[in-house]
């Protein structure tokens, strides 16, 4: 469709809006009434060709056969299509009856219209209904009568003037009036949502995927197969919206590979009643074979039993998915969805089942997890199945090594599912102007493309739009997509240059892989008794801010009177910024907590009495003194309460000797099994985290300093050990690697293998252009710096 037309015939709807609901609805809720209209209009051509005809069918149900239930099948028949209405309305008869009776006085043409349009709407079959329900027409018909305003509202969308068919017309003044294809319905669609969400100012995550996207995309998943295409196709789209993803991919491969329309199915979720019935009224007209459900993708495993062929999608990114969380978890916190969870090997090669859900905050990841759990095995057929998703930047960087995006990431590429990735020039799309990849994954590649990574940077292909379309300010054009598909069809290096804008690099899968390894250094600790430390035992950590306060104000009344004191230590807290969680409160307030500070405090100053106050730098020897003076004292203190005290009269010291975690006594089996495990030399334990004594047998385990620890993330394709003695040795002697806690991560970063460092100017251009502009501005610079 012309543009022109285009954009005129979205004016004219939009139009309305503000012709006739402006005085009763708010800007952000037009779209309740304009949207479901458009839709009945873009119906009703469909089932009136046939309306007599259907009518009569009914009519001869009815009295003839005499049945209340009609036989749907035989409507469906004459009309040619599964969605009918029954009622003897239509729009425009619906507005020509309006119109008659609004002449006459003695009738309230408002009322009788409002009764009409509901017994039209009634006249739908279910799927209409269905659609009708979820727009919540009937409300609006009766609000807007209600308001006076329906009336106005039908002659609009009835005004010959307008044209949402699929056939040419012709308007009252001899201007032709161009059929409207699906795809500008769709079009249409989707600008006025965007518009819509203009003025509701919706999250940037809550847009529509412009059609030069789509056609990459298309291009992507369908040419690499186009020469065995299987003879049904299925196309899924896990957050569908409107169904333009679904649609454009399916007449992409009708036009583009004369695949017979029959033989292509769409299936789709969307979670927003409004979408879903714009998409489902599309699907309708259009003969879709496939399924379209209302639902969230997250909470409800829709598909379970089905694998596709193809899976396209733009999830919505940046949006919590809290409200899922129940149902892909249970009380325990336990995963009892199988989509969200993955099998992976730990360092040491033993596979378990981990964690496969993102941060809360963004659950854009699971849905393609949920398009990886519906990927087709190559048994069941020959081209398996392709995927392409559209992501921001985080999820190929978000979560450290064992999180739930790292996890996907690794499963991914460790299962060589993962093809290629593109980055996209920067407002690509209407709502937000963020940077966004396309992901492509395949469970068929090619045999160039196995064990490989295909990275592609698009940035810089965008062509500018001459008026901006929200945010997207520019498009891929077809020269572009061909270069995007050329540069990915040679699977090869490719470096930018002045006139060519596309790069492009293959990496190894591994090299997308690390270990995060843990690195350890001894904890040293000087302990000595001290007024001022064993003061400190006197308040919980947790509420030590306000306990301190209170106790300053009231001494030892607190414990007495601790209840008269409550509302003062609360007005105090609210002026200080302490916020009273009933957590909090249950601590703050509780004469417990406070008889426990005092406790501990009292037998900390009758061990410093009995130990005294000298300063000792050997932690290991002030524990054997300490557990003494607790038994000649007969106190029995629990491991917390031991723990606290141990801890308010210890710092760490470097010059101090080193805690002692515990003694290992080894056997030559031991031994042995351990330096087969690390992959070392007995002399080189140490580096693992056990120490010779000298005494035989006996070895080593030293407490580690969490202030100290540190954290490396190593190349898979390095050794850890080497990098270790390369890089972390010569400069910490005597720090040890805890290989226990190693993890596997896996992130993937475009600035990493693409930036180009681009040279600072030089001293001799920076002051020849300050002398450019002094000379431009006749001194102006000179003057001001002189005064």
């Given at each position: 469709m012309d543009n022109s037309i285009h954009n005129n015939l979205v004016s004219f709807i939009w139009s309305i809006a503000d012709d006739c609901l402006r005085d009763v609805y708010v800007r952000g809720k037009y779209r309740d009434v304009i949207l479901p209209m458009v839709v009945l209009c873009r119906l009703e051509p469909f089932i009136g060709k046939r309306k007599k005809e259907i009518l009569e069918e009914k009519r001869f149900q009815e009295k003839i056969e005499g049945t209340t239930k009609l036989n749907e099948i035989r409507i469906q028949k004459i009309s040619g299509h599964k969605f009918n209405n029954i009622s003897d309305w239509t729009l425009q008869k619906l507005y020509e009856t309006a119109t008659k009776d609004k002449a006459r006085k003695d009738i309230d043409y408002l009322a009788e219209l409002e009764i009409n349009f509901l017994e039209y709407l009634k006249g739908f079959t279910d799927d209409i209904k269905d659609i009708v329900d979820r727009f919540r027409l009937s409300v609006q018909i009766r609000h807007m009568a209600t308001k006076k305003v329906l009336y106005d509202v039908l002659e609009k969308f009835t005004s010959p003037y307008i044209n949402l068919t699929n056939e040419e017309k012709v308007d009252p003044d001899g201007r032709e009036l161009p059929a409207l294809s699906n795809h500008d319905m769709g079009c249409v669609f989707e600008e006025l949502i965007r518009k819509f969400n203009e003025e509701n100012n919706e999250e940037a995550g809550e847009h529509f995927t412009p059609r030069d996207i789509i056609h990459l995309m298309a291009n992507l998943t369908f040419e690499p197969i186009k020469n065995h295409l299987p003879k049904e196709i299925s196309i899924y789209d896990p957050a569908c919206g409107t169904g333009g993803m679904l649609t454009e991919s399916k007449s992409f491969i009708v036009d583009k590979y004369n695949v017979p329309e029959e033989s292509v199915q769409l299936y789709g979720v969307e979670i927003n009643d409004e979408t879903y019935a714009i998409c489902q009224s599309d699907m309708l007209i259009k003969g879709n074979t496939g399924d379209i459900i209302c639902g969230s993708t997250l909470a409800e495993n829709h598909f379970k039993s089905r694998k596709f062929n193809v899976m396209q999608s733009n999830p919505p990114y940046g949006k919590s998915w809290v409200s899922d969380m129940k149902y892909i978890f249970n009380e325990e916190k336990v995963i009892t969805d199988p989509r969200f969870e993955v099998q992976l090997a730990d360092f040491w090669s033993i596979e378990s089942f981990e964690n496969a859900t993102p941060r809360s905050s963004d659950g854009q990841l699971l849905f393609l997890m949920e398009m990886v759990d519906k990927m087709k095995p190559v048994d069941e057929s020959s081209c398996g199945s392709r995927i392409a998703s559209v992501h921001n930047?985080?999820?190929?960087?978000?979560?450290?090594?064992?999180?739930?995006?790292?996890?996907?990431?690794?499963?991914?590429?460790?299962?060589?599912?993962?093809?290629?990735?593109?980055?996209?020039?920067?407002?690509?799309?209407?709502?937000?102007?963020?940077?966004?990849?396309?992901?492509?994954?395949?469970?068929?590649?090619?045999?160039?493309?196995?064990?490989?990574?295909?990275?592609?940077?698009?940035?810089?292909?965008?062509?500018?739009?001459?008026?901006?379309?929200?945010?997207?300010?520019?498009?891929?054009?077809?020269?572009?997509?061909?270069?995007?598909?050329?540069?990915?069809?040679?699977?090869?290096?490719?470096?930018?240059?002045?006139?060519?804008?596309?790069?492009?690099?293959?990496?190894?899968?591994?090299?997308?892989?690390?270990?995060?390894?843990?690195?350890?250094?001894?904890k040293r600790l000087m302990v000595q008794f001290s007024n001022g430390a064993i003061d400190e035992l006197r308040y919980d950590k947790t509420v030590a801010k306000p306990m301190k306060w209170a106790y300053s104000q009231y001494n030892d009344?607190?414990?007495?009177?601790?209840?008269?004191?409550?509302?003062?230590?609360?007005?105090?807290?609210?002026?200080?910024?302490?916020?009273?969680?009933?957590?909090?409160?249950?601590?703050?307030?509780?004469?417990?907590?406070?008889?426990?500070?005092?406790?501990?405090?009292?037998?900390?100053?009758?061990?410093?009495?009995?130990?005294?106050?000298?300063?000792?730098?050997?932690?290991?020897?002030?524990?054997?003194?300490?557990?003494?003076?607790?038994?000649?004292?007969?106190?029995?203190?629990?491991?917390?309460?031991?723990?606290?005290?141990?801890?308010?009269?210890?710092?760490?010291?470097?010059?101090?000797?080193?805690?002692?975690?515990?003694?290992?006594?080894?056997?030559?089996?031991?031994?042995?099994?351990?330096?087969?495990?690390?992959?070392?030399?007995?002399?080189?334990?140490?580096?693992?985290?056990?120490?010779?004594?000298?005494?035989?047998?006996?070895?080593?385990?030293?407490e580690s300093e969490n202030e100290l620890r540190d954290f490396e993330n190593i190349p898979l394709k390095d050794n850890i050990y080497s990098y270790f003695y390369r890089e972390i040795k010569p400069y910490v002697a005597e720090a040890w690697i805890n290989m226990e806690a190693t993890k596997i991560g896996y992130e993937i970063s475009f600035n990493k293998y693409f930036y180009r460092h681009k040279p600072l100017r030089s001293i001799d251009d920076v002051k020849k252009d300050i002398l450019d502009l002094e000379r431009q501005s006749n001194g102006l610079i000179n003057k001001i710096l002189e005064v």
């Open positions: 930047g985080s999820s190929l960087f978000t979560g450290d090594a064992g999180s739930g995006e790292s996890n996907i990431r690794r499963y991914i590429i460790e299962n060589d599912l993962l093809e290629v990735i593109i980055q996209l020039p920067n407002n690509m799309f209407y709502n937000t102007g963020i940077t966004t990849y396309i992901w492509v994954l395949t469970n068929n590649k090619s045999k160039k493309r196995v064990g490989k990574v295909q990275l592609i940077d698009a940035s810089e292909l965008g062509e500018k739009l001459r008026k901006n379309l929200g945010n997207k300010n520019c498009q891929f054009s077809e020269n572009s997509i061909k270069q995007i598909m050329k540069c990915y069809a040679s699977a090869a290096n490719q470096e930018k240059t002045d006139k060519n804008k596309i790069a492009s690099l293959v990496l190894e899968n591994i090299d997308f892989g690390y270990h995060k390894v843990t690195i350890e250094r001894p009344n607190i414990y007495s009177n601790l209840n008269k004191y409550v509302p003062e230590i609360e007005k105090w807290c609210k002026q200080n910024g302490v916020e009273l969680t009933t957590k909090v409160k249950n601590t703050l307030f509780s004469l417990t907590t406070w008889n426990k500070g005092r406790s501990l405090r009292e037998t900390a100053y009758k061990l410093m009495y009995k130990i005294g106050e000298d300063i000792w730098m050997d932690y290991n020897e002030f524990l054997k003194i300490f557990d003494k003076t607790l038994k000649d004292l007969k106190i029995k203190l629990s491991s917390s309460d031991r723990k606290l005290i141990l801890g308010a009269i210890s710092t760490y010291n470097a010059n101090a000797e080193k805690v002692i975690k515990k003694r290992h006594r080894l056997s030559s089996e031991k031994l042995t099994e351990l330096t087969r495990k690390y992959n070392c030399k007995i002399h080189d334990l140490a580096d693992f985290g056990y120490y010779a004594t000298g005494e035989s047998g006996i070895w080593i385990e030293y």
